[in-house]
């Protein structure tokens, strides 16, 4: 395609440096975004008298027309093209002929490529925002059938003291709220208009800035025309909001994969979403979570890009920041994909709750209960702590667990044991006494999904 800034050159551009100049390649998907821009800086542009009303009209119904010829597959996007924003606007002028090359007035692509990515993300964050949003309320449904389903919580991977599989769950859910809540505050830094900055140095001009946020839906303007086109930090804070949702689910990927394990078993994932072995015929692999988990790499890999890229670059805009839309591209897509795929594969898993209990009951999860049993016959919780010890000891010399050890046993480490004590070590008054808010007790779970739903609203 014909280069549209070809007046200083002599020579044709080699092929080559064509290719390693283009983004068309990846910034095609801007395409509707950058027409919307294109539609308000010309309506602005004809409001304002700088181009004639009658051909701003005129170029805002070619723009329309090229967004549906493309929506309904009736133009191909010309991948020979150097960027999205070169091939609208050979494209208008192909159909407008003078009147096309107005369009470009008052605009540099400067300020046009950092208009459109974020009019691109904030579309994105928006659904990135809606999926974490439905993943949170799957939770939540999932929490409330399992606020009884007693397991043990773990510290080091190691049995600690007991929960239940509701209180697990709604971990997860408080973390995606807080990525919810990074979302939209990227979002908030996300939603200023650029267009007006030109090249670097905005414009002589008289544009009216707030009017094309208006048309555009954008709170303000940016106020610094050299930040205006330079600044990505924008899509580093979302890659950055990004990264840590997918960490968390990278952590509960990781989780599912160990309860899926054998020596764990606490849930069986549906068949349609677990995948076999070529070679081993019993296998039943928790595929998608390791996928979730080995993307998560490369969405942190995203992020450094993103910021490696920046780094160095004086004012105002330099080439290397053509570099940004693969990366942020890729992290938004990525978590998309990952969230989609990860919310049915928790509607469907089978939680097996007999497992759960069973492997709770046998790591010594209610000793803190038995010590506390003590402080609360009057032993000061140290000397509780150490009675407890020589207790799990006692227990593990005769393969037996605090609630199958005789009452004499107990009483020969201590005297203030009474048959009360096996009340107080079951693994469900041991949740439910945990009643502080943020405990794991019944109520107090319920009323953090609760909590957790009407923050959803
Ligand atoms: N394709 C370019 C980008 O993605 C658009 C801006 C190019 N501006 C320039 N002066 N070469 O950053």
């Given at each position: 395609m014909a280069k549209l800034w070809a007046g200083r050159f002599k020579k044709e551009v080699n092929e080559k440096v064509n290719d390693f100049n283009s983004s068309i390649s990846f910034d095609a998907r801007m395409i509707h975004h950058d027409i919307l821009g294109s539609i308000a800086h010309a309506t602005m542009l004809g409001e304002q008298g700088i181009i004639d009303k009658k051909e701003a009209e005129m170029i805002v119904e070619g723009l329309n027309g090229i967004l549906s010829d493309v929506e309904n597959d009736n133009l191909a996007i010309d991948p020979t093209a150097e960027d999205i924003h070169m091939f609208v606007e050979a494209e208008l002028t192909k159909r407008l002929g003078d009147t096309g090359k107005r369009l470009h007035t008052a605009r540099s692509r400067n300020d046009q490529v950092a208009l459109d990515i974020r009019l691109y993300l904030k579309d994105e964050t928006d659904t990135l925002i809606q999926l974490t949003q439905n993943l949170i309320q799957v939770l939540c449904n999932v929490a409330s059938e399992h606020t009884e389903t007693v397991m043990s919580g773990y510290t080091h991977l190691q049995r600690a003291q007991p929960i239940t599989f509701a209180h697990h769950l709604m971990a997860y859910a408080q973390m995606l709220l807080r990525d919810m809540d990074r979302l939209q505050d990227a979002k908030k830094r996300m939603d200023v208009m650029p267009l007006g900055s030109g090249a670097l140095a905005?414009?002589?001009?008289?544009?009216?800035?707030?009017?094309?946020?208006e048309l555009l839906g954008f709170a303000n303007v940016t106020k610094n025309s050299l930040?205006?086109?330079?600044?990505?930090?924008?899509?580093?804070?979302l890659c950055s909001a990004i990264s840590i949702l997918m960490m968390h689910l990278s952590r509960f990927c990781e989780e599912i994969i160990l309860w899926c394990s054998w020596e764990f078993k606490f849930i069986e994932l549906d068949d349609a979403y677990a995948t076999g072995s070529s070679i081993m015929p019993q296998k039943k692999n928790p595929d998608i979570a390791e996928l979730v988990r080995g993307k998560t790499g490369r969405v942190i890999g995203d992020l450094v890009t993103l910021l490696t890229m920046m780094k160095g670059l004086p004012l105002a805009y330099n080439k290397d920041m053509q570099e940004d839309k693969e990366a942020i591209f890729d992290a938004v897509d990525t978590a998309k994909l990952c969230i989609s795929t990860f919310i049915p594969m928790i509607e469907t898993m089978t939680v097996l709750k007999d497992n759960m209990r069973n492997a709770a009951a046998k790591g010594f999860i209610n000793a803190t209960d038995c010590a506390d049993y003590l402080v609360k016959k009057g032993l000061p919780f140290r000397d509780a702590y150490k009675a407890t010890g020589q207790l799990v000891a006692l227990c593990i010399d005769k393969s037996l667990v605090l609630e199958t050890l005789p009452l004499q046993e107990y009483q020969t480490v201590c005297e203030l044991f009474d048959n009360d004590i096996y009340e107080a070590i079951r693994l469900d008054t041991c949740v439910n006494g945990r009643n502080v808010i943020g405990g794991p007790a019944k109520e107090m779970v319920e009323q953090q999904i609760l909590e957790v739903k009407n923050k959803l609203k």
């Open positions: 905005s414009t002589t001009y008289p544009l009216n800035r707030m009017r094309v946020a930040d205006g086109v330079s600044d990505r930090d924008f899509c580093i804070e």
